[in-house]
């Protein structure tokens, strides 16, 4: 596990997108990252000048930022090979890219500031089929998702100003033990571990669509079908 130092982490990259064609689909998307320069206002539902393609499933107050970590990079190209996406942050949508903070290291509900605004952790990051467009590779949702190496998103208490090179510094942790990885566990591999999943049902700042899974699987003794989220079928 990576220890966040308690002065924080700098950001290795700020990136935007604008929706353009992706992959042999042509689908809309807003995928494509770019890094930025220049200083971007944040607001309650992201940075100013990003967008998405699918405003159903991306985007919106409880996905305002996603982060993905630039540790990961190198442990992807030694499994799936070279991919010019990977040369640089912005290979999985990622509006901030760091070193040093993976998902060992943060918890639901764990509060930073970066740059002038106020941000928190409110969900993992539901890898879906347009990964396998972004990197060419058939089954890259599907090894995001397996891997636990899927980053995280937050959403915008106090909108601000974040600069390329701006810290992310956590001010407050309510529920440690909470992690991205062990969440992760309990909704991708222990699947019915009633316990973990009653628990996960009432988290406080957790968002609201995952609680509702955990409350489901409760009820029915079921774990959804992720075959069209992973695949795009």
């Not at 942050?89 to 901030?96: D, I, R, V």
């Not at 009653?198 to 988290?203: D, S, T, W």
Request: glycine share 10%; proline share 6%.
């Amino acid at each position: 596990m990576t220890a966040l130092s308690t002065t924080g982490v700098n950001l290795e990259a700020l990136l935007i997108g604008s929706v353009r064609p992706l992959g042999t689909r042509s689908v809309p998307s807003g995928i494509a990252k770019m890094s930025v320069d220049r200083p971007l206002t944040v607001g309650a539902t992201g940075l100013v000048g990003d967008a998405q393609g699918d405003t159903r499933n991306h985007g919106g107050p409880e996905k305002a930022l996603h982060h993905y970590p630039l540790d990961h990079y190198s442990v992807w190209t030694a499994e799936i090979g070279h991919r010019d996406v990977l040369a640089k942050p912005g290979a999985f949508g990622e509006n901030l890219s760091t070193l040093g903070l993976v998902e060992d290291d943060v918890a639901i509900g764990d509060v930073f500031t970066l740059g002038s605004a106020i941000i928190e952790v409110s969900q993992g990051r539901q890898p879906c089929w347009k990964l396998n467009e972004r990197f060419a590779q058939p089954d890259m949702a599907k090894r995001v998702q397996a891997s636990g190496r899927t980053g995280w998103y937050y959403r915008v208490l106090q909108p601000g100003e974040v600069a390329p090179d701006s810290r992310l510094e956590r001010i407050d942790r309510p529920a440690p033990a909470w992690t991205i990885s062990r969440v992760w566990r309990v909704f991708y591999i222990d699947v019915l571990n009633r316990a973990e999943l009653e628990v996960l049902a009432e988290l406080p700042r957790l968002a609201e669509g995952w609680k509702r899974y955990a409350r489901r699987r409760l009820e029915t003794g079921a774990v959804e079908d992720w075959t069209s989220r992973l695949a795009g079928s």
